[in-house]
């Protein structure tokens, strides 16, 4: 799941070739905002997150708010 745009590469990659790749689902979060990235992770069990740099260090702010422990890897691009 992530929130780069599919106009992208990242995104294109992240959200649409490797999860169709290994027969896996995406979760494009419209509105990348730290609360909203964190809540789809808690909603939909997320284990891999795509997303600029910038927004990781937003995060942090909010992260104990949230059970983000389906999370297994955080990938970053930008």
């Given at each position: 799941?992530?929130?780069?745009?599919?106009?992208?590469?990242?995104?294109?990659?992240?959200?649409?070739?490797?999860?169709?790749?290994?027969?896996?689902?995406?979760a494009l979060v419209e509105?990348?905002?730290?609360?909203?990235?964190?809540?789809?992770?808690?909603?939909?069990?997320?284990?891999?997150?795509?997303?600029?740099?910038?927004?990781?260090?937003?995060?942090?702010?909010?992260?104990?708010?949230?059970?983000?422990?389906?999370?297994?890897?955080?990938i970053s691009a930008g």
């Open positions: 799941m992530g929130s780069p745009p599919l106009g992208f590469t990242f995104g294109l990659g992240a959200l649409l070739v490797f999860p169709l790749g290994c027969r896996g689902a995406a509105q990348p905002a730290p609360d909203n990235l964190l809540s789809a992770v808690q909603k939909f069990g997320g284990t891999t997150l795509f997303t600029a740099p910038t927004a990781y260090r937003n995060l942090v702010a909010t992260i104990s708010n949230y059970d983000i422990s389906s999370l297994r890897s955080c």
